[in-house]
C-alpha cells in the first residue's frame, strides 16, 4: 500500500473538526474521503466501505470507547491514525498493543494530517511485513518439522538412508505436483493411523 490516492475513511463525532480532517486529506490528493459521525456500527460501516486508511478523532475518549476502537483496530488490518486530546500513558500502551499505527495526542491541524497518514501507512506496511515473514518462518519451521518426520517413517519402514527418504519424498512430491511439506504430513497422518509399527 502507498500513500497515494487512497480511499480514507474519517470517523469523528464532532462535524466541524471532521470538515478539517477532510479538507486536509483532499488537500493532500486523497478524493475518496468518506466521513462518519457515528461510531456505533463503525465496523459495519468499514466492511462496506473497505477503507485503505482509517482516521479515527475522539475528542475526549473515555476507556470503554478507546477500547473499542482498539478492538476495531485488531480487527479490521488496515492502517489506523488516531487523535485524540488527552491520553495517558497506559491507553498509549493500549493503542500500541492494538497495532494502530499512528496515535496523535493533542493537536489536530490540517497541515499535520498528510505527514501523519504517510507514517501511518509505512509503519502499518512494516508492521505487516513482519506479521508476513514471522508466519512465513513458523510456517517453514513446522514443515521441517513434519519433513524430519516423514523422513525417520521411511527410514524405519522401508530401511533408507535419510538422503533417500527425502529423495522419495520429493520425487512423490514432483509426480503429484503437490508440496513436499504436504506430502509428508499426508504420511505423517497415515502412519498415526497405522499406529506404532510404521515407525514413531
Do not use: C, W
Not at 49 to 78: G, H, T, W, Y
Not at 141 to 153: H, T
Not at 166 to 192: E, H
Amino acid at each position: 500500500m502507498s500513500a497515494g490516492s487512497l480511499t480514507i475513511l474519517v470517523v469523528d463525532e464532532n462535524r466541524i473538526r471532521a470538515s478539517i480532517i477532510e479538507a486536509g486529506l483532499r488537500d493532500a490528493g486523497h478524493l475518496e474521503v468518506t466521513v462518519v459521525h457515528d461510531v456505533a456500527g463503525i465496523a459495519k460501516r468499514i466492511a462496506e466501505i473497505e477503507p485503505d486508511v482509517i482516521v479515527i478523532d475522539l475528542e475526549n475518549p473515555n476507556r470503554d470507547m478507546l477500547e473499542n476502537m482498539f478492538q476495531l483496530s485488531r480487527a479490521v488490518k488496515r492502517p489506523i491514525a488516531m487523535f485524540v486530546d488527552r491520553s495517558d500513558q497506559a491507553s498509549i500502551e493500549a493503542a500500541v498493543d492494538a497495532g494502530v499505527s499512528a496515535y496523535v495526542v493533542d493537536g489536530l491541524k490540517k497541515e499535520r494530517i498528510k505527514p501523519i497518514l504517510d507514517m501511518a501507512i509505512s509503519r502499518f506496511n512494516a508492521f505487516s511485513r513482519m506479521a508476513r515473514e514471522l508466519e512465513e518462518a513458523r510456517s517453514e519451521l513446522e514443515n521441517r518439522k513434519v519433513i524430519d518426520r516423514a523422513k525417520g517413517i521411511l527410514m524405519k519402514s522401508r530401511g533408507l538412508s535419510e538422503e533417500a527418504a527425502y529423495a522419495l519424498l520429493r520425487k512423490t512430491a514432483m509426480n503429484q505436483n503437490r508440496k513436499i511439506a504436504d506430502i509428508a504430513q499426508s504420511l505423517v497422518t497415515a502412519a498415526g493411523l497405522l499406529g506404532p509399527l510404521e515407525g514413531e
